[in-house]
């Protein structure tokens, strides 16, 4: 700052300990600059000043000089009233930890960001620029710091919140003091307002979320009423707390929240105030509490945004159960199983009018653990039946019951696993677990979500592809059977990257789906009723001006893997049961259906019916993996039950530009041996898999670093020859229309080619290879042998002949590629221009004219002719007819030359 300027610092009336740390801290960063207090400071404020204030910057109005104020910095607010010598013309600068929420006028600016205490964004400049702070100074930072954070844990804290508070302790700051300030016994005036408030206090449930209402009359009270609302908001923990105080003069209305659901700044504003989403308040000139209070609720209907219920976090489907007199040794299986924590314990199983299991409410008797199964097990009790060791009382929740009731049944319970029901049948639905409630940690609002996915569908996929998606989602409404599209196409829409290969899974019957969409829409199905699949074929028609539908499809032709369909899977979960076997299958939820999958990135889904579009599923941090660049398998036994996810670690980490994580990279080194228990043909398609990537070279790298390519075969390598000829592969099919083999034979005959022959058969045996591409190898492998011919300057041409003719074309495309010399591609180029295309006049027609009797005699003289043409010995036809003749009269002079012939 200038020193010739006056510039001060204020904030709100009320000022709490944000306000006043971040005065200070501001004054630390602008020591010109005057910290000026304002008329009413809380009483832990007033308190904690009347012992420290000499050891501090502040000053009052009254003390501040009859100067013109040249600039002010507002800290912690964006409305405040103005001081002695503001006029409305000075610049301000608006410092504060909330979005900004009003308009700057001319020469005003705004510095903000997203941490729990406007204290803390100074802070970090104080740390960057390693300004000197005194032990009072910290600690009154300190006090900032977790007055507006609740001691680091509100739900607005930040990692930054916690990083400047340790600064702040670094450098002194005082926690017995912290803890006497923050937590300041209440006076008498404020105890009686307490107890009135508490008792007329109404809780009313608006979306899903609780906010309660207290009220109470204080004509003349002057002490602070926001130091209750901390203390209601402990004792009745609702997402939204609002205090109405009949002062006499003016009703106070001071607001808290705990969830971005309700904003009480919107509130605060209708009734005349203002504040922040989470602390606001009013003053009320005209009204009686019960108006004021009714107004309130008006309004937060109006703006409170809906909750989280059960039904958006629950495992829909009916979940697994067992009877009371299961054993603890079968309780065992169930575990191995299915590998949950908790099981609801029902008597029997019913079915409804479709014959398909059903449970009531009724039916539940009580709730088995992996623990107590454990537990038992251990003391030997493996045939006692688990009604003696299970959880008695059952309970259960209905789908439109808000997330904190559940918290609250489950800490109430014990049940860490709680039934979902139709509150009208009484039908189990789902189930809601502990962990769908810590799966919400960290993640974004739903409403905001599901619009950043319907966003990035609208603009990434084509319109015809777009449109076939919400034609099955409104389907799979129909039917009553949510539809998601899973996997790689979730995961590649978030990474902004075309993917318009579509997994659909349904939670219900994908058959029924399918046959449903064919009738209203065309096409054919073709189903598997066994594993609950489904392909729709679409019907794809010629053009039609008249019929939009058939354009939608028409549309699809280009974009859809031909036959253009859609391919729908039920939900279902898998179990092994034994490593490197393929799984046994059950149909079930699509939480199940998603854990079966390998990686976390790879457990994503997206909902495609109407009501809950672009709503996107992250059950097992896949979105926090695609952020951090992870790949992450996603159980311990992933690699035994299935190694060959250990090339699709690599192939995934490479394309994306990953890193394997370490336990991961660890659980990959500990299954790499079981490589060999796996079919040919199942590591053949994953190595076919790889070569399809944008460079192959960077995954076999990796899988070589693994010692995976050492367990396909010991003398295979790779190396910077293999990365210099994959790259000499990709720039020529850069030039070449037509290219000679398919790519995954290519790149496999360039990485085999240093092998020797022998290995080729090992390799046929350990890949079950195509017999087209073991004939190539085969062949390349031979070529290979008569490479130091061709590396002959002075070679005949006819030898150079006989050397390539006799080689597939795919062979002598490689050589090129893959061998340095400058006479084998001499030769191999002289023989595409030039000796592949000499033939002779003669043929054997002419030698049969001759009287030459037909047999390998007629392939000599051919020859020869060709080999003079070749080597230039002959020049025209008629030295070839004298060489012919030549020829031909010689066998027909020696009997055992044409004999020999034969």
């Known amino acids: 700052m200038p020193h010739d300027r006056f510039t001060i610092i204020i904030t709100h009336e009320h000022t709490d300990f ?56 507002v800290v912690d607010t964006q409305t405040f009233a103005t001081v002695k010598g503001m006029r409305r013309s000075t610049p301000v600068q608006i410092i504060d930890h909330h979005p900004l929420q009003r308009d700057l006028e001319n020469d005003w600016s705004f510095a903000g960001g997203e941490t729990g205490a406007t204290t803390t964004l100074l802070v970090e400049q104080l740390a960057e620029r390693k300004i000197q702070l005194t032990a009072v100074e910290a600690t009154l930072m300190l006090l900032g710091i977790y007055e507006d954070t609740g001691s680091l844990i509100y739900l607005a804290t930040t990692a930054r919140d916690l990083r400047a508070a340790a600064w702040l302790l670094e450098r002194g700051a005082n926690l017995q003091v912290a803890n006497r300030f923050l937590n300041h016994p209440l006076t008498p005036a404020q105890a009686k307002l307490y107890a009135e408030l508490a008792e007329n206090s109404r809780i009313y449930t608006v979306a899903g979320h609780s906010v309660v209402i207290a009220s109470a009359e204080a004509v003349g009270f002057h002490d602070e009423i926001s130091t209750l609302a901390h203390n209601l908001r402990d004792v009745y923990d609702p997402a939204g707390l609002f205090l109405v105080v009949d002062l006499g003069d003016r009703i106070q209305v001071v607001a808290r929240s705990t969830v971005d659901g309700v904003d009480v700044s919107q509130v605060a504003r209708e009734l005349g105030g203002g504040g922040h989403p989470r602390a606001a308040a009013a003053m009320v000139r005209d009204g009686n509490r019960e108006e004021v209070e009714s107004e309130i609720v008006r309004l937060l209907h109006e703006t409170v945004r809906p909750s989280l219920t059960v039904g958006q976090i629950m495992t829909l489907g009916i979940p697994v159960t067992v009877p009371p007199s299961t054993t603890i040794a079968e309780m065992v299986e169930v575990i191995q199983r299915y590998g949950f924590e908790g099981y609801p314990v029902v008597d029997g199983d019913g079915a409804d009018e479709n014959g398909r299991r059903a449970i009531h409410t009724s039916q539940l008797r009580g709730l088995i653990t992996r623990r107590q199964v454990d537990r038992a097990q251990h003391h030997g009790l493996a045939t006692q039946t688990i009604d003696q060791f299970m959880r008695t009382d059952p309970v259960w929740v209905t789908p439109g019951q808000s997330l904190h009731e559940l918290q609250r049944l489950m800490i109430e319970s014990n049940w860490g696993q709680i039934p979902v029901a139709d509150p009208e049948t009484g039908m189990v639905v789902g189930i809601a677990t502990r962990t769908d409630l810590i799966n919400l940690w960290g993640k974004t609002e739903p409403a905001s979500q599901r619009d950043s996915m319907a966003l990035r569908m609208e603009t990434g996929l084509p319109d015809p592809l777009l449109e076939l998606l919400q034609l099955a989602g409104q389907a799979a409404e129909q039917l009553g059977c949510p539809l998601y599209a899973v996997g790689g196409f979730a995961r590649d829409l978030l990474l902004s990257r075309p993917n318009f290969d579509v997994d659909l899974v349904v939670e219900g019957d994908a058959i029924a789906l399918a046959r449903a969409l064919a009738r209203e829409h065309g096409g054919r199905v073709r189903s598997h009723k066994r594993f609950g699949t489904a392909k729709w074929v679409l019907p794809l028609h010629g053009a039609s001006d008249e019929d939009p539908e058939r354009g939608l499809m ?32 059950e149909h079930s939820s699509i939480k199940l259906d998603l854990h079966r999958r390998d990686f976390t990135i790879n457990t994503l889904a997206i909902c495609l019916t109407p009501g809950r579009w672009g709503e ?10 695609l952020e951090e660049g992870l790949i992450r398998v996603l159980h311990t036994h992933s690699f035994v039950d299935d190694p060959t996810r250990i090339l699709r670690a690599v192939r995934f980490e490479q394309r994306f530009g990953f890193v394997i994580e370490q336990r991961t990279q660890e659980l990959i080194g500990n299954a790499v041996a079981l490589l060999d228990r796996i079919t040919p043909a199942r590591i053949r398609h994953e190595l076919e898999l790889i070569f399809a990537e944008a460079r192959p070279e960077q995954a076999l790298l990796r899988l070589q670093q693994f010692g995976v390519v050492q367990e396909i075969h010991p003398d295979l390598r790779v190396d910077d020859w293999v990365s210099v000829r994959f790259e000499r592969l990709r720039d020529a099919l850069q030039r070449t229309a037509q290219p000679p083999a398919n790519l995954d034979q290519l ?50 041409h006819s030898q150079v002949y006989r050397i390539l003719n006799q080689r597939l074309p795919a062979s002598r495309w490689l050589l090129r590629l893959i061998e340095d010399s400058p006479a084998v591609a001499a030769h191999l180029d002289l023989y595409e221009s030039e000796l592949s295309m000499v033939r002779p006049y003669t043929d054997g027609q002419d030698l049969k004219r001759m009287g030459l009797q037909p047999g390998p005699a007629y392939r000599d003289v051919l020859e020869a002719a060709r080999d003079a043409w070749l080597d230039g010995r002959i020049t025209s036809e008629a030295e070839e007819r004298m060489l012919v003749d030549k020829l031909v009269a010689g066998l027909l002079a020696d009997p055992s030359l044409e004999n020999r012939s034969k």
């Open 18 to 73: 944000d306000a006043l740390a971040a005065m200070l801290a501001a004054h630390k960063l602008y020591p010109d600059a005057v910290p000026v207090l304002p008329r009413a400071l809380n009483r832990n404020l007033r308190d904690f000043l009347a012992l420290y204030r000499s050891a501090l910057p502040f000053r009052t109005q009254e003390d501040l000089p009859r100067r013109k104020v040249d600039h002010a910095i």
């Open 747 to 796: 790149y496999f005959a360039i990485w085999t080619y240093p092998l020797p022959r022998s290995a080729i058969k090992s390799l046929d045996r350990r890949l079950g290879v195509m017999r087209s591409t073991v004939a190539l190898l085969e062949d390349l492998n031979d070529l290979k042998d008569q490479v130091w011919e061709l590396e002959d300057p002075a070679l005949a």
């Open 616 to 625: 996107l599923l992250d059950f097992y941090g896949g979105v926090r993996d």
């Open 554 to 585: 028409n549309g699809l032709a280009g974009i859809l893997a031909s036959p253009a369909s859609l391919d729908f899977v039920t939900a279902r979960t898998e179990f092994y049961a034994e490593p490197t076997v393929l799984p046994t299958v």
